[in-house]
């Protein structure tokens, strides 16, 4: 979920320590000045989130979670860090002032940048904008995403941001194995098919780029009036990893529903003023200097996995009682539905490589 985006809420009865945090702000934004007023995002984001407002300008902050946290989750240091360093690149990100690690001054590791105005759309089809224009908009999306996976990652230093090789069958092996040992949400026979099917089938091709892992309109500030992105947000699950893959997840709306991950399956792209599957996946070569996506199928069957695994791991939270989102038994309904719906990509695949 986009946290620039959801609506504010008053700060719970754990608020932050105001005058510690300020003398911090202070220190290391320059031209700071209080006083200073804080609310909470709302939303289901792993990390809380906080307007900082201030009688010249808003920021943003960014903390881990309070209390006892598994190992690697919530990393905020690595979000921190990949804006940082993509801050003199193409890539349009909100300026960091600064990543805290002392847990005295608010109680856990945080981060603050800038607050970036401008509009947030909640699904691909651009429907709250005149549709002669709703294809810039989605273009807008496709340029970003390759200027991303042209970046030279050592040279801006992130050449230890990841693993470089192996990231898909990395993965696979990642979230078969989350979806095998976890009882609790129960197994599901598109799921137990795609586990043997995905490594088996796994593209030669294992190119390295920086990968955002969740690119989807929702997690964009676009400009007030144009059809221009101003900042990318939410990189939780950014590391080196396959950029075909990660442009596949993005290009995954085309075959999500509308209520899954704000999909644009079903819709008539032509009268909504949409580009087609194809012409934006020729987009994206066009830009990255490559012939096309061979592996394409392949790559959105991985995404739709990799995303039902995620949500087997909510639904199995939902069933212990210790999810944290209010929404996590609707989520995890979904498991089934995003298994099958890869599965039949399986097939429809299958039928078409059947018919050449």
Same mark, same amino acid.
């Given at each position: ?15 932050l ?15 700071f ?12 984001? @792993? ?14 902050l960014?903390?881990? $979670?309070p ?9 905020? +240091? ?16 909100p ?12 109680? @856990? ?7 970036? +105005? ?8 651009? &429907?709250?904008v $005149?549709?002669?224009e ?22 801006i230093?992130?050449?230890d941001?990841? %693993? ?6 990395r ?35 294992d190119?390295?780029? !920086?990968t955002h ?7 964009? !500030?676009?400009? $007030?009036?144009? $059809? *221009?992105?101003?900042a990318v947000?939410?990189?939780?699950? @950014? ?8 442009f ?9 529903? &509308?209520?899954?991950?704000?999909g ?12 087609? +599957? ?5 987009a994206?070569? +066009? ?10 199928d392949f ?15 909510? %639904?199995?939270?939902s069933? *212990?009682?210790t999810? @944290? &989102?209010?929404?996590? %038994?609707e ?9 099958d719906?890869a ?11 059947? &018919?050449h």
């Amino acid at each position: 979920m986009s946290n620039a985006a959801a609506p504010e809420q008053g700060l719970p009865e754990q608020a932050l320590d105001v005058p510690a945090l300020q003398a911090w702000l202070q220190q290391h934004i320059p031209g700071f000045q209080g006083p200073l007023e804080i609310s909470r995002f709302a939303g289901g984001q @792993s990390n809380p989130t906080y307007r900082l407002r201030t009688p010249r300008k808003s920021y943003v902050l960014r903390r881990k $979670p309070p209390g006892v946290l598994l190992k690697g989750a919530h990393a905020i +240091e690595r979000e921190a860090r990949v804006l940082m360093a993509l801050a003199n690149t193409q890539v349009p990100v909100p300026h960091v002032y600064g990543l805290c690690t002392d847990e005295q001054v608010i109680g @856990s590791w945080f981060y603050v940048m800038d607050m970036v +105005e401008g509009r947030v759309f909640w699904d691909a089809s651009f &429907s709250d904008v $005149p549709a002669d224009e709703r294809a810039a908009y989605m273009d807008a999306m496709n340029e970003v995403l390759a200027r991303l996976h042209q970046v030279d990652y050592a040279a801006i230093g992130l050449a230890d941001y990841g %693993k470089t090789g192996g990231y898909v069958a990395r993965q696979i092996q990642r979230w078969s194995g989350q979806y095998q040992n976890d009882q609790d949400a129960g197994r599901h026979p598109a799921m137990d098919a795609l586990v043997e099917w995905l490594p088996k089938h796994i593209p030669a091709a294992d190119q390295v780029a !920086i990968t955002h892992g969740d690119f989807r309109a929702d997690n964009m !500030i676009f400009h $007030p009036s144009e $059809p *221009r992105v101003l900042a990318v947000l939410d990189w939780e699950l @950014s590391t080196l990893g396959d950029p075909l893959a990660d442009f596949a997840y993005h290009a995954m709306m085309f075959r999500m529903p &509308s209520d899954i991950l704000g999909g644009i399956a079903g819709v008539d792209l032509q009268a909504a003023g949409l580009p087609d +599957e194809a012409a934006y996946v020729q987009a994206y070569c +066009e830009r990255v200097g490559i012939e096309g996506i061979k592996d394409l199928d392949f790559y959105i069957i991985f995404n739709m996995f990799r995303f039902a695994a995620i949500l087997h791991g909510i %639904k199995a939270r939902s069933v *212990r009682g210790t999810a @944290s &989102s209010a929404n996590a %038994k609707e989520m995890g309904d979904r498991f089934q539905r995003v298994a099958d719906l890869a599965w039949a990509q399986v097939e429809r695949a299958n039928q078409r490589a059947a &018919s050449h």
